[in-house]
């Protein structure tokens, strides 16, 4: 069984950083990678970063590249999202999320924490 907890949302003023932290549980050595998502009200989710469990290879959706930062802590089975320069249109939900492969999607989520940028 597969647990993914979020952590480190709030309330952070335009430019400012914040930093996101996702706990994990169960069988963590199976994980291929984990993601960082999104949704914002009335959008669609999308992906804000990911990183690969074992070799740390990182991909970043153009809107955050050069200000988001994911990494992963494998002792502490934690993934995290460093936020710098914020801005008011990263407000959103953030949804950590696993999978055991590059040919699945991603099918274990956390609960989410509420990002809101105020400008």
């Known amino acids: 069984q597969v647990q993914l907890v979020e952590s480190g949302g709030g309330l952070v003023q335009t430019g400012g950083s914040l930093r996101l932290s996702c706990a994990a549980s169960?069988?963590?050595?199976?994980?291929?990678?984990l993601g960082w998502f999104r949704q914002a009200p009335g959008k669609e989710r999308e992906i804000v970063a990911s990183?690969?469990?074992?070799?740390?290879?990182?991909n970043y959706a153009d809107s955050v590249k050069g200000r988001f930062t994911i990494s992963r802590d494998n002792a502490a089975n934690t993934v995290y999202l460093e936020m710098n320069s914020v801005k008011t249109e990263d407000t959103a939900v953030y949804y950590c999320a696993a999978r055991h492969s590059s040919l699945e999607s991603y099918g274990y989520w956390g609960q989410g924490t509420q990002v809101t940028v105020s400008s």
């Open positions: 169960g069988r963590t050595s199976s994980y291929y990678s």
């Open positions: 990183i690969t469990w074992s070799g740390g290879y990182t």
